[in-house]
């Protein structure tokens, strides 16, 4: 078994989230991935980890886990990962677009085009400190089905309005509470059958 462990800091990591209420705010440098409520429209934060192409494609894909520290909780939530569908740009990323020029098919991120139908995987929150989600299926798919990895889009479902929970990102001050993705594969090979005639 190996094991890939990638954790960025802010000069390498991905990472940013967008705003209704600051349709046109990029937050690429923002010490937090902030995720709430503004009025009925969530936030979505957007997130990639670069690294994976050190695995070869015929790898088994035991596990994945995508871990984010929560740092101020707000509510009581239900946390989500999808696979998202747009090569984003972090610097340039808002609610109402992935790159520059480039609009999402739905403003959030949250469209067909846009990112997965169904989450990958989810985690119930209701303390502060790491959140860990399976999301192996995924990588999985971009290590061994050649899906482009234009990495996680992450919202919540919650109950409560006018309250948030800030996720630690890649720029963030403390090095163990960035966002983390911890791969486990088996090296594997072509198969091949020979049979004397």
Known sequence: MTTLTLQPDETTGLDTFTDYYNATTNYATNAVLHLGDSGGWPQTALLTFSGLSAILPTAIITSATLTLYLATKGRNSTLYAYGLLRNWVESEATWNIYSTGNAWQTVGGTGALDRDAAAVGSVAISSTGAKDIDVTAL??????????????????????????????????????QRPKLVVEYILGGQVIIWSEQ
């Open 139 to 176: 990588v999985q798919a971009w290590v061994n089905s050649g899906r482009a990895n234009y990495g996680f889009s992450l919202n919540e479902v919650y109950t409560s309005n006018n309250t948030y929970n800030d996720y630690v990102s890649s720029s963030g001050a403390t090095s163990t």
